[in-house]
C-alpha cells in the first residue's frame, strides 16, 4: 500500500523520518519503505510503500495495551504510551492503526517520537 504524509505531526522532516526508523526497527514485518517526495495542494509530502494487511477481527484495544506494557511501555492517556527506558513516545494506537490477523496485532500505522532526554541517555 502506498501512503502519503505531510509530517503535520512532526516539527521537523528529521521527527518523521526517526518515526519510520523506528517503526521499521519494532516492526520490521509492516516496515516502510520511502520513495521519495510529491508536492500535493502546494505541500510537501513523503511518500511511503507499506505491506497491506487484510484484517480477520477486530483489534481489542486492551490486547494492544497489554502487549505494550508486557514490553515497557506505560500508557499515557487512551492510545498514547512512552517507553522510560528507551526515551521513546508512541501515540495514536487506536483499532485503525493496530490492525488484528489471525490472533497477532499488526501496527500498521504508528507515530513515534523521541522523549526530550533521549540524546542524554
Not at 483489534?59 to 497489554?66: G, N, Y
Amino acid at each position: 500500500m502506498v501512503k502519503t504524509n505531510s509530517g503535520i505531526f512532526y516539527a521537523f522532516w528529521e521527527d518523521y523520518f526517526n518515526n519510520l526508523l523506528l517503526h521499521n526497527f519494532f516492526f520490521p514485518n509492516l516496515a516502510y519503505q520511502f520513495l521519495g517526495f510529491i508536492k500535493k495542494d502546494n505541500v510537501l509530502e513523503a511518500v511511503v510503500r507499506q505491506p497491506f494487511v487484510r484484517t480477520d477481527e477486530a483489534t481489542d484495544l486492551d490486547k494492544v495495551s497489554t502487549f505494550l506494557e508486557a514490553n515497557g511501555f506505560i500508557r499515557k492517556k487512551e492510545n498514547d504510551y512512552y517507553h522510560p527506558n528507551l526515551c521513546l513516545i508512541l501515540e495514536d494506537l487506536h483499532d485503525e492503526n493496530v490492525l488484528t490477523k489471525e490472533g497477532t496485532l499488526q501496527f500498521v500505522d504508528t507515530v513515534f517520537y523521541l522523549m526530550p532526554n533521549f540524546y542524554l541517555e
